[in-house]
């Protein structure tokens, strides 16, 4: 696979697949992340001289133009982002799209309207496709997070364009990513948490053939600890889970895995915010209150095993931690991680929510904003957007 570094962009129309979803309050950018995680890509192209044309969906329109949905507010946070005019099209698509595209100078920055106006998108419909890569002498694509949906602005539009390589943030997730599959160094400890079971069957079954410790948190440590017949109290259960959770510890049991569960937990009686908690200490939970997070031996547990290990990856809070009484596991992970010498890559947005929580972001390796695609990944599965660049590079 090409990196955009390999590939002459002086005076070259560039068009350059981001991920700009981000969320909108009051007609404005309420959070930028996503923006800010291409810049590098963005400005690299603008100081080589390319003609840079910018392409992103935005929410869900499902083919329709939707003027909320509209990127405007897009173009305005990144023109103050880059310090330079940012040209927000009619389109993406298009004979008025076409004729500004041409007229561009080297270092001007164009972003296309909304992709998803066009139902063409998500089916990768191979004329939309191609009218895109009308658009282009180069294309790259920036965006990690769409990289697992084979969409006309990430996989078909490859086979149109000349030349076709990837931008710094699809690098480097593929490689942070790429490298937990490869060869880690040990010990690797993956950590898991989060509300279901069912969410994460793919990625601890993958995991399991490639970790040493596997440490469980959230709710569905409730679920396993319940297969192995603990008592949970009015915690939640996936009742029609609990084979597989059985399932799940007895591989890794056959692996060698070393599978961490709740020894102790934060509890209370409602599931409500203002519910007054108290420290359960023991494994089982008395009848009538509910686990809402690790307990403290708990957290003690969870942070010995990860000063010890030499690669981490995590993804799932250990409780709700959106909540200031049961936010205290999740900090405990996070600082952790954030504490250990390992390599350590953490994915999911409550995860990362965490990191940027307590102050430790900085401490770790890589941070991965893929979603879907970082778990896809690490389920051995094929992203068509990485794939057809890998084909595209030969």
Known sequence: MKSIEDIALRGRRVLIRVDFNVPLKDGRVADATRIRGSLATVRYAIEQGARVVLAS??????????????????????????????????????????????AMLDGDVALLENLRFHAEEEANDPAFAKALASL???????????????????AGIVEHVREAGAGFLLMAEVEALG???????????????????????????????????????????????????????ASRVEEDKLALARELLAEAAARGVHVALPVDHVVAREFREDSPVHDADSAAIEPGWMGLDIGPRTRADYS????????VFWNGPMGVFEWKSCSGGTAAV???????????VVGGGDSVAA?????????????????????????????????ALEAKAG
């Open 179 to 233: 490298g937990l599959l490869a060869n880690p160094a040990r010990p690797f400890v993956a950590v898991v948490g989060g509300a279901k079971v069912s969410d994460k069957i793919a990625l601890m079954r993958s995991l399991l053939g490639r970790i040493d410790s596997l440490i469980v948190g959230g709710a569905m440590a409730y679920t396993f600890l319940r297969a192995q017949g603990v008592e949970v109290g």
């Open 136 to 154: 282009c002498d180069v294309y790259v694509n920036d965006a990690f997070g769409s990289a697992h949906r084979a969409h006309g602005s990430t």
């Open 304 to 311: 010995r095993i990860l000063s010890r290990a030499e690669t």
């Open 355 to 387: 990191l940027v929580q307590t102050g430790r972001a900085a401490d770790i390796t890589h941070i991965s904003t893929g979603g879907g695609a970082s778990l896809e990944l690490l389920e051995g599965k094929i992203l068509p957007g990485v794939a």
């Open 334 to 344: 996070a600082n952790a991680v954030a504490d250990s010498k390992a390599v350590s």
């Open 57 to 102: 969906h935005l929410g869900r329109p499902k083919g329709n133009v939707k003027p909320e949905l509209s990127l405007g507010p897009v173009a305005n946070e990144l023109a103050a982002e880059l310090d330079q005019p940012v040209v927000l099209l009619p389109d993406c698509v298009g004979p008025l799209v076409e004729e500004h595209v041409n």
